[in-house]
């Protein structure tokens, strides 16, 4: 069984406001994956269970953060701002071949892989026809960046990404409904009418 544990922490220097930090074993409970600032910035490191010794896998001057390991333990996706705004990357395991995902002007973030490890959900900013004004909304992508789309028609009004069902076909996600209020929503995203 994986576990995942959230911490509440400040990054000023990647968003304005309080966000949740993910920490996870990866898939085989080998290794932690979790983010720190101890180098003077946001920057993914890896540790194993019995060992002190931290392994920094980004190494970056910009922050690094939002970890999450594929579902074959092979590749991990984070957001960083190395490009002046959060954006989605992926990295091998080792931290080798740092990949970009998304080159978007508004905000991408909270990546989350789909339990096959085929495609990647995350929260944008992004304003597309209708919109009225920019707000976040869950977006999904294949795993290589590619056919970049939103996932829920509405408005989160909040930070929030998607958590998906072992089975791949709908995911749970968080709505702002009132000034200090939010409701929890259950997303079918794979049938004729939507495909995931």
Known sequence: ???SYFFVVCFTFLMPGCHSEKTEWSPYNTQLLFMSGRDGNAELYVTTGTDSQWVNLTNNSAGDNWGVWSPDGKKIVFQSNRGGN???WTMNADGSNPVQLTDNPA????PEWTPDGKKISFTSWRVEEGDDEPSPHIYIMNSDGTNQRRL??????????ASWHPDGKSFLFSRKVAEKGADIGIQEC???NRPC
């Not at 829920?152 to 990404?161: Q, Y």
């Open 1 to 3: 069984m994986r576990y």
């Open 190 to 192: 794979c049938g004729p």
């Open 152 to 161: 829920v028609p509405e408005s989160l009004k909040t930070s929030s990404g």
């Open 86 to 88: 959060l954006d989605i």
């Open 107 to 110: 905000h991408d973030y909270l």
